[in-house]
């Protein structure tokens, strides 16, 4: 780290500082320069957080250098981490792609049974479906719970795919673990530390999706906080964070695939469904994120969209989806990926 | 509701349309414009999901015309709620100022109690300190956990102040209801909505803060969520969002004040220390909070923020909170409102 | 547009707001609901600002329908646009893809030949340097005026490439016109009304880069300026919008390519220079711009980024640049679009 | 300015790194840590750019540690500055309050003339009104032009108030110069260079408000420009930036005006009408900016919102008014403020 001097600051006020950082483990380096006096802090940032160094009088500022994350950072593991799911099914990242698709929600064994066929048809790898829902109102859909994960379950043994669900709560952790192949965070809970620790303590897969105004940096330490539970199988998931833009539901940060992967070992993908919540931007979405080199799509399908329990309209049709697959497959092919 | 209809929209698109909406359980009234055709839907919009019309081929958008917030909501209640905090030694809202004020967290129980004296002195209603710390790193200070709760009641018995405290997960929600007055449910958990039905089955009040990038719909449907379980005792707080200012740690949206208190009785405090981040701005927000009619502040202080576990450079020093003090009291008087 | 009245609503507010839209050309529909009443207005929603309709008592909100601009909308134009630059030299849209290269800003003759060189034989088709420079600090080097144009000129009729360059004040227009291929119009001028119209007296293209917080809409009204003068060779740019992202430079609204082209018949590009800042993360981000159909991208280039005047550290070295033009020309072929 | 090398950083670019910075003339104190390497440049950080030294091989970031102002520092100029408007008439600045008042643009003699003598009687101390209008869409109101001005110079002349009003163009400068006490530049022009340039060579004050998505520094920087031109009668106005939050046309960033006055001799007032949008909001945002300590506040006032020409839904009535300027008195005598 790096501390800044006030202009103004005293003699008494740099020595007590150089006191201060050397009682917390720093070996400082002081630099009068022309307009400014700076102490360069060595050891490790991680040792104390900046804000007490902040508080110290006559200190302007603290930068700091490293990295906050360890775990998650590409220095700690250099090659791409490539995740199992479902028993080594499928594998994401290190030029494997996951092509996760299915309803937003599960709504019956019936209607999952007809939309799993469509997907598993088209070429998807995983299998998605809601069981508890993050609902923005009360009085909207929560979810089948538990039957919804049953069905989810059958499903996904019906048509041979693994399946992917959110969890919620600390408290569902353990029906989940037992019914699904992989945890899913959503946005709203990427900073549920006692849930991330919860899945941390798991070995099962971890899709953890972006908050909607978590940075780069924040999503990585949420990924840090189920590593260092010993879980080594975080996914990560960009799904559009909240702007000004209004015609979206969301803005996809698709620079985001790249600035994770320069600094992180984790795979990456795309949730296009979410990020726009529009339809007709999906496909195009799906593309740019391979050509970007996301390690996979997270892609909402529903067969009868009008009728469906939340989040109709930001589905694509089977036929639609068939098609951006085929898209997609050559996509891959031409950059030399592969679709488990 | 308004369902506007795409302008290439077809007669038998439009008759779907229309029944559609009849099994929703909607009346519909269509109006052939110059330039658009649209359906205006006669019901409760909260009936059905905006999503299930969208999804409707020829529907171009749905507008919401009714709040999706009930019980929250202005109309519900006409006029301001008023929160009893204490069993009713400190009231929030209708004109009663609450001012809580405390160290970011439990550090120890003298500690605690030098800055309880400290804030009661300088008139201070109600005591804050944080016992489980939701931090952005695995590897920071996560709080003290039920020792804390504990050293925060005894501290709070023996200054006379109720106690509020942050709770994070589902599970600690009995301990916390056991030692602390009021829950707090931080940012990050605003939309935790297992958590919000989970403190909506007690009884005790709840101090609701404003998520990172929520909108005020979106913290008045938070609010709805444990309105709805039972529990009226909620007290807003707007507390920052997060922008592209890199000078400040959020924005503090200070019209979200009189913005929530149009639509909802529910009273709002400030708090500006997490808002800004910068102890330099601390006391200015907090008397813009009260000229803007917020219901109370939240402000940290702490006798040595340099030696702070956690946020000690947001922390104002105990004279400065006493003279922010004395200076809120004379605003208070001119505007008319009490502090209990 | 659709005027919601308040619940509390008179019936000679009523009466009034029916005859002020009757006044203002409007023909009401009064719809009287279980919850509320609104009034559907039939006639053309551009006639009357919504801000009059606002104002009137009783009145809660008034929802626009119809889209504000029209002859940059599709409905306007069915058939993608295709803008010719340089004497038609070089076409962008309809499947024409721009490849815009060159240096931050014009330095020197010698400097800007050898990039030129460099970007040509890569395979660019459109050469841009900057002769005046929007600077955020008064004291920054801002661009060598009229002499950098006449470089620019030369260099581009040596290499064979028209030549884009920006243009910042009104009075700068006759001089840009005379020595450019193109004008660019940069992200803090896209709501200088006054240059729009200037340059849309012209018949030159024009590059109108997004502003730093427009939405897609604002983008498409501030092309209707342009439109409405009579110049119809607008090319959009998409170069990133600010956000809390604190990791690039601007976040990069990628779904805004298939947002705009859904809308507009005009060409869109992409820029990911300034929208990331990031020489690592370019060229990702301008192969998912051509997989998101973009019309092209427009890629900041220089020899010795660290003497760069402006931006160096944003710019590819020539090598990174021929080699991310290889791979764009595939994807290219794939997609069935071509480079002039 | 501080460079951080990268972890895998060799000796030779090291070397190179210590070469480069003697070149640009700083002298380097290279700091060996336990995990980085920095560089401290002791010298002028405005002396070159960041951008040079990032673009350096081996160099990660750039940290900049001076401020890149200086003349609308406080360093520069201890006191607060005092502008004087209207040949001395009203003082903004060190104590004294701005309350400027009018309609959003001027519409007729007779209208100015009813408005004005209104705000004149309720107290407020500079009179405004657009005569050139900056518009989304080219198809709404675009002012009076100098028609406008010389009918605000009238009735300005005939309350005795002195006048603000827009400049959007370079060459509207000497017109607005002619009849206006005082120039606007409006937040889509706050990075209009070349206007800023230019009313930085007059000396009547200048009322600068933030661009949309400007931050603090940024709004600093084009005061800069101005003061650089050798004007130093600049006043800064806060109205509202960009953000998620759909309920109100922008979020005001009360936070500012601190912020501003740490590191500014310059005044800053607050614009609750453009920031908020709705008249609802406008009076407690008014209220707020004063106790928060801002330099004045400007507000749309109109006595027939619903006839304006535009933006008259966010204008106050003139008994509104009356009644807020009532506030505002008894809130500025409590705090000590005049109000000339």
Same mark, same amino acid.
């Given at each position: 780290?790096?501390?800044?001097?006030?202009?103004?600051?005293?003699?008494?006020?740099?020595?007590?500082?150089?006191?201060?950082?050397?009682?917390?483990?720093?070996?400082?380096?002081?630099?009068?320069?022309?307009?400014?006096?700076?102490?360069?802090?060595?050891?490790?940032?991680?040792?104390?957080?900046?804000?007490?160094?902040?508080?110290?009088?006559?200190?302007?500022?603290?930068?700091?250098?490293?990295?906050?994350?360890?775990?998650?950072?590409?220095?700690?593991?250099?090659?791409?981490?490539?995740?199992?799911?479902?028993?080594?099914?499928?594998?994401?990242?290190?030029?494997?792609?996951?092509?996760?698709?299915?309803?937003?929600?599960?709504?019956?064994?019936?209607?999952?049974?007809?939309?799993?066929?469509?997907?598993?048809?088209?070429?998807?790898?995983?299998?998605?479906?809601?069981?508890?829902?993050?609902?923005?109102?009360?009085?909207?859909?929560?979810?089948?719970?538990?039957?919804?994960?049953?069905?989810?379950?059958? $499903?996904?043994? !019906? +048509?041979?795919?693994?399946?992917?669900?959110?969890?919620? *709560?600390?408290? /569902?952790?353990? %029906?989940?673990?037992?019914?699904?192949?992989?945890?899913?965070?959503?946005?709203?809970?990427?900073?549920?530390?006692?849930?991330?620790?919860?899945?941390?303590?798991?070995?099962?897969?971890?899709?953890?999706?972006?908050?909607?105004?978590?940075?780069?940096?924040?999503?990585?330490?949420?990924?840090?906080?189920?590593?260092?539970?010993?879980?080594?199988?975080?996914?990560?998931?960009?799904?559009?964070?909240?702007?000004?833009?209004?015609?979206?539901?969301?803005?996809?940060?698709?620079?985001?695939?790249?600035?994770?992967?320069?600094?992180?070992?984790?795979?990456?993908?795309?949730?296009?469904?979410?990020?726009?919540?529009?339809?007709?931007?999906?496909?195009?979405?799906?593309?740019?994120?391979?050509?970007?080199?996301?390690?996979? $799509?997270?892609? !909402? +399908?529903?067969?009868?969209?009008?009728?469906?329990?939340? *989040?109709?309209? /930001?589905?694509? %049709?089977?036929?639609?989806?068939?098609?951006?697959?085929?898209?997609?497959?050559?996509?891959?092919?031409?950059?030399?990926?592969?679709?488990?």
């Amino acid at each position: 780290m790096i501390v800044v001097l006030r202009t103004d600051v005293s003699e008494p006020q740099i020595n007590h500082v150089l006191e201060r950082v050397q009682e917390l483990g720093f070996e400082p380096r002081l630099i009068r320069g022309e307009f400014r006096t700076i102490v360069g802090l060595i050891g490790d940032d991680n040792k104390t957080a900046a804000g007490a160094l902040e508080a110290i009088p006559g200190v302007e500022q603290v930068l700091r250098i490293l990295k906050p994350f360890k775990m998650a950072s590409r220095e700690f593991h250099k090659e791409d981490s490539i995740v199992p799911v479902g028993k080594g099914k499928v594998r994401i990242g290190g030029g494997h792609l996951a092509m996760i698709a299915g309803p937003c929600a599960v709504e019956s064994l019936e209607g999952l049974r007809a939309i799993a066929g469509h997907v598993k048809k088209a070429g998807a790898n995983i299998l998605r479906g809601g069981a508890f829902k993050p609902r923005t109102s009360p009085y909207a859909f929560q979810g089948m719970g538990e039957d919804g994960l049953k069905i989810l379950r059958d $499903v996904g043994d !019906e +048509v041979d795919m693994p399946v992917v669900t959110e969890v919620m *709560d600390t408290r /569902q952790v353990p %029906l989940v673990e037992k019914w699904a192949d992989m945890f899913q965070i959503g946005a709203r809970n990427m900073q549920n530390f006692d849930l991330l620790k919860e899945v941390g303590q798991t070995r099962k897969p971890v899709l953890l999706k972006r908050g909607m105004s978590a940075t780069v940096k924040d999503l990585l330490m949420s990924a840090e906080y189920v590593l260092a539970e010993g879980n080594p199988n975080v996914v990560l998931c960009e799904r559009g964070v909240r702007s000004f833009e209004d015609s979206t539901r969301n803005m996809l940060d698709m620079s985001a695939v790249p600035n994770v992967k320069g600094q992180s070992h984790l795979p990456i993908i795309v949730d296009p469904s979410h990020a726009t919540g529009r339809p007709d931007l999906i496909p195009s979405m799906a593309m740019a994120s391979v050509a970007a080199k996301a390690d996979g $799509v997270h892609v !909402e +399908v529903h067969d009868c969209p009008e009728k469906a329990f939340s *989040d109709g309209p /930001q589905a694509l %049709l089977p036929p639609q989806f068939a098609s951006l697959m085929d898209d997609l497959r050559k996509l891959a092919t031409l950059l030399g990926r592969t679709i488990d």
